[in-house]
């Protein structure tokens, strides 16, 4: 895209937001309502379109459709209770008589930047909000799901026109790195969302020095099992954590600091269980493993597979590679060094490690840069409890799976996971800023 189109684009999102951010609670609800309808109209050839692009397997796609019409419809509900607030002024001495009221108002044009592991869900989380709060948006999509990302666009637009709001609220800019990074630095653009990997999020934040960057990064997520658990029951609920869509899911199980009280029962119950899940065609609406997003993604996992083993790990499972396809991983005895423990796997990988105690577990689960999500089991409430004051994330799953996500809730990383919160509450908090209006007495 040469640099004058890109300008055009920033130029039609400053007069679409100008004309948008003064629209009623009424009119901005009324728009997401009726993408909302839109939505459900292609909701079957977005989930195709997902699987074609992206090899997700077609029932989570489909979930992951079902997923983003919640989204958006608890942004709609959300907005209903968003954007004013009394504040009790006369406390003050001096200020008796006096109101106030903290409002909020839309910062201006965003650049919404998003990864291809949930192109349409992790899109409806910062683009519902960011049109709620009264912004308008360029959405910058992966590069790997152009038709998908597309159909969600021309639903929007559906749903725009019947509604007659501002020309070009929501532009489509499928731009490659450097010229996202153009849009980015653009005085215009008032804040960057960003959803994808620590490289890039981080890349941006340096390069935006003063600008709003909202960042939702990757994680390496940990999960500590105490003794005293049942652990075929466990073991059933994490296998799918740790493989479903091949692994890639940044909140995905992949650290595993099991009580070694429970170890000798453990470590069956989880390979069976990862076993049991079916791996292979996406279009198989039994399939839980899909490929990986490309086959240099799966070359470079499998070469790591062998790195680890060469570095002393065992294999308690590891299947053959077929093109995009890698059979998932499970490895124990890995060192601590290696990037499958320390860095984001983003494969159907799992790492486990036996620990002495809960305790234990929980230092060596918290011992990562990252803070994206992290779980703990345990019977006992007294290191459940634990388990929530050590282990640093922005979310702390006890007795459930990593991945147990609620799109209404709050979700986003601590460290180098991220710097605040999505969820449609929030996410509206975030495209918005604060302005605390006080009047006295007439
Ligand atoms: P990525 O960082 O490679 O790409 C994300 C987006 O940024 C894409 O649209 C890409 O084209 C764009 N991009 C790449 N370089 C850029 C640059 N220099 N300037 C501007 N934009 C640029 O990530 P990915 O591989 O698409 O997604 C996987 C990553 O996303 C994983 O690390 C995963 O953990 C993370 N993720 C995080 C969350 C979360 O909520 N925290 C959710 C999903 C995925």
């Not at 597309?150 to 019947?162: D, K, P, V």
């Not at 799918?240 to 692994?247: C, E, L, Q």
Request: net charge negative; charged share 20%.
């Amino acid at each position: 895209m040469a640099s004058k189109a890109l300008d055009g684009m920033v130029e039609e999102a400053l007069k679409a937001f100008l004309a948008w951010k003064g629209a009623s609670r009424l009119a901005r609800r009324r728009l997401l309502q009726a993408w909302l309808e839109q939505v459900g109209l292609v909701k079957e050839d977005l989930a195709r379109l997902l699987t074609e692009e992206t090899g997700k397997p077609i029932t989570l796609a489909k979930g992951e459709i079902a997923r983003g019409e919640s989204t958006l419809l608890v942004t709609v509900e959300a907005l209903g209770a968003f954007g004013e607030e009394a504040v009790p002024y006369d406390l003050m001495a001096g200020a008796e008589g006096c109101r106030a009221v903290l409002r909020r108002f839309p910062l201006g044009p965003v650049l919404a930047i998003t990864p291809f592991n949930f192109p349409v869900n992790l899109a409806l989380h910062k683009l519902g909000p960011a049109l709620g709060a009264g912004c308008s948006v360029l959405w910058k999509p992966c590069p790997q799901a152009p038709r998908t990302s597309r159909l969600l666009w021309e639903s929007f637009e559906a749903a725009r026109i019947q509604e007659q709001a501002p020309l070009r609220l929501l532009q489509l800019a499928p731009a490659d790195p450097a010229e996202a990074q153009l849009l980015a630095q653009d005085p215009r653009i008032a804040a960057v969302s960003f959803t994808g990997s620590e490289r890039v999020g981080h890349h941006l934040e340096r390069l935006l020095a003063g600008k709003r960057v909202l960042l939702e990064l990757g994680g390496n997520a940990a999960v500590v099992v105490d003794e005293g658990v049942d652990a075929g029951t466990v073991a059933r609920a994490l296998a799918p954590a740790a493989v479903a869509g091949a692994g890639q899911s940044c909140s995905k199980a992949q650290r595993f600091y099991i009580h070694r009280g429970l170890w000798e029962a453990f470590v069956p119950a989880f390979v069976a269980a990862v076993k049991a899940l079916p791996v292979g065609d996406p279009m198989d609406p039994a399939t839980v493993v899909g490929p990986l997003i490309d086959e240099a993604t799966a070359v470079r996992v499998d070469e790591g597979l062998d790195r680890a083993v060469a570095a002393g790990a065992t294999v308690l499972l590891r299947g053959r590679r077929q093109g995009a396809l890698l059979p998932p991983a499970i490895l124990t005895d890995v060192p601590e060094e290696d990037p499958f423990v320390c860095e984001e796997a983003f494969s159907p990988i799992s790492v486990l490690t036996p620990v002495d105690s809960f305790g234990e577990g929980l230092d060596r689960a918290a011992a990562t840069r990252f803070g994206l999500r992290a779980s703990a089991y345990s019977r006992d409430l007294g290191n459940l409890r634990l388990a929530e004051q050590r282990l640093r994330a922005g979310g702390v799953l006890l007795n459930l799976p990593p991945t147990f996500r609620l799109d209404a809730a709050p979700f986003g990383g601590v460290a180098a996971s991220g710097n605040g919160f999505e969820g449609p509450r929030w996410a509206l908090e975030a495209f918005t800023e604060g302005r605390l209006i006080v009047e006295g007495p007439a």
